[in-house]
């Protein structure tokens, strides 16, 4: 069963694995294409007019960098995350300013005082590894944002929740509904589902994890968004509070 140590061992030794550069993935070209086509889901617009945004389990950084770049120039993120990720971030993207990287985990009465004062918050493939407790303490959380503020959350929601996927060690996987239900009954509303990816990992695990593979999957993902197919197991689900 999932815990909070638990999780937090299982990220650990994912950094330990990667160092400065570590590979959720243990392959970079399958990280490399996770990354770059879940960031290129999010758009200028969405974060257009918000002056603070909190990035919930931040990682490194990596991903709280490039939504910097959508912000607009007098806006600030702060990050969470755990001790080790938030050490490895400060280090990589010390030059940006207007982010500021923060230690703490669900429970934190830091993380529930920057959300209640946030335009928005992010989530980036985290919810799915909180345990059960902390998925309810940071829903009550969410309760205390300022009317208007927006929710981003991107992670794997598929429609039915696969045999193969249930009872996992390091995480718990909802479907689509089941979370959309479950943000909706702590005062959320559903604003937008954008389907973020399409082709996932299904080449690299048949064909390897190589450069060319990394090629073209991110190719027929693309390829297939051009015609709008929405059986992406990937969502970003934008909430308002």
């Avoid at 969470?80 to 490895?88: Q, R, W």
């Avoid at 559903?190 to 064909?207: A, G, Q």
Wanted: proline content about 3%; overall charge positive; hydrophobic content about 40%.
């Amino acid at each position: 069963m999932l815990d909070e140590q638990g999780a937090q061992n299982y990220w650990g030794k994912q950094v330990e694995k990667g160092g400065m550069e570590p590979c959720h993935y243990l392959n970079k070209w399958q990280d490399k294409y996770a990354f770059e086509i879940r960031t290129s889901v999010f758009r200028r617009s969405d974060f257009r007019g918000l002056k603070k945004i909190v990035d919930i389990g931040c990682g490194v950084g990596d991903y709280t960098a490039k939504m910097f770049k959508l912000i607009d120039s007098d806006a600030h993120i702060v990050g969470f995350d755990f001790p080790f990720n938030i050490e490895i971030a400060r280090k990589k993207h010390r030059d940006l300013k207007n982010i500021v990287f923060k230690e703490g985990s669900v429970p934190d009465e830091n993380i529930e005082s920057d959300i209640k004062s946030a335009d928005a918050v992010i989530m980036t493939t985290v919810y799915t590894h909180l345990t059960p407790d902390s998925r309810e303490i940071l829903l009550g959380y969410f309760e205390k944002m300022k009317s208007g503020a927006k929710m981003f959350i991107l992670e794997y929601f598929p429609e039915v929740v696969p045999e193969f996927q249930k009872n996992q060690a390091h995480k718990i996987v909802e479907s689509s509904k089941e979370v959309q239900v479950r943000f909706i009954n702590h005062g959320l509303q559903v604003l937008e589902v954008r389907p973020v990816n399409y082709i996932d990992s299904f080449l690299f695990f048949h064909w390897g994890k190589n450069w060319f593979v990394y090629f073209i999957t991110k190719w027929l993902d693309n390829f297939v968004r051009v015609f709008k197919y929405y059986r992406s197991k990937y969502k970003l689900i934008i909430f308002t509070r």
